[in-house]
């Protein structure tokens, strides 16, 4: 998120607006922990991960009266809109405060990929060439011990990490909540794949479709394999932003200042076919990418 501060910092203040920065979120917003930026703040932070605004989860602010207090906050501070960065929450806390008077643009950012009424979201291409190169590194012990390796990665409702990472890193198998898949037909693949003499294989299974280690414990159960299982957890949200990440973070803050601007605002910055767009609330939420039922196809026909 980083690259995006940056961008709208730096262009908001060339534009001639005041850019101030919001610690923590809307948790941080509900203690009224806003600071005036100027270029310099956000000097030497491109290529760092995460974010120097810091972030919080707060669920109190799904409370309408702590929108209300947010909106008075922002007033007292003469505050004209708020640009936030985020995911589905953070769309929801922007359409709530733009509904009270105070306008809103959202850049999506999540490495899940999965937020309406954009292809494509900030962090995402980050946390995938994380994957691609764990497991590479993965593949290279699996491949010298003659093993199975299950690899977990993140996605709870969406398989845009797993499929897109299954098909850059070369995986026998893709498990995703898109696509359920019975254990016994993971087990049916894998003997089919020894019998063909393949042995080694990558198992990468997003977290919402199963716990890595329950895919483990069936297949031992089930067949005279002992896999590994590697869990990469909070590695895929780190690291210094990809070139795509940081381009796309840069057009997309571009993109953020000139609507406002424009006065186009209550808005989502969306990656459309297109290009960058300004999609207004109530269409991005009509708006859903799945994964691509062609990349998942071609994850098992390349595996043969």
């Known amino acids: 998120m980083n690259a995006a501060v940056r961008a709208l910092v730096r262009k908001g203040i060339y534009e001639g607006y005041n850019v101030y920065g919001v610690r923590r979120g809307y948790e941080g917003l509900l203690q009224g922990e806003l600071e005036l930026l100027n270029r310099r703040d956000v000097g030497a932070i491109l290529n760092k991960g ?53 306008p809103t643009i959202t850049i999506p950012g999540t490495i899940d990929n999965d937020m309406c009424g954009t292809q494509y979201t900030i962090g995402f291409d980050t946390a995938l060439n994380t994957i691609v190169d764990a497991v590479g590194k993965i593949r290279d012990t699996s491949t010298a011990h003659d093993r199975v390796a299950i690899v977990e990665v993140m996605g709870r409702h969406a398989g845009h990490l797993a499929v897109q990472a299954g098909l850059a890193c070369g995986a026998e198998m893709v498990l995703i ?87 186009v605002v209550d808005c989502l910055i969306g990656v459309m076919d297109c290009g960058i767009e300004a999609v207004p609330y109530e269409k991005a939420k009509e708006l859903r990418y799945p994964i691509s039922e062609a990349q998942y196809k071609l994850i098992s026909v390349l595996a043969r």
């Open 50 to 102: 995460g974010t120097m605004l810091k972030t919080a989860r707060c669920p109190e602010f799904r409370e309408p009266e702590n929108q209300k207090k947010a909106v008075a906050i922002l007033k007292e501070h003469n505050i004209d809109a708020l640009l936030v960065i985020g995911g589905d929450g953070s769309m929801a806390g922007a359409m709530a405060i733009s509904k009270l008077g105070i």
């Open 177 to 263: 909540p898109e696509k359920p898949m019975e254990l016994d037909d993971v087990c049916r693949h894998l003997e089919a794949s020894n019998k063909a003499g393949k042995t080694n294989s990558i198992i990468m299974v997003a977290e919402g479709a199963y716990r890595s280690f329950e895919v483990c414990a069936y297949i031992k159960k089930n067949l005279p394999i002992s896999p590994s299982v590697t869990v990469l957890g909070y590695l895929q949200r780190g690291g210094a932003p990809s070139a795509k990440d940081a381009t796309m973070a840069a057009l997309m803050g571009e993109k953020a200042i000139d609507s406002l601007k424009a006065g």
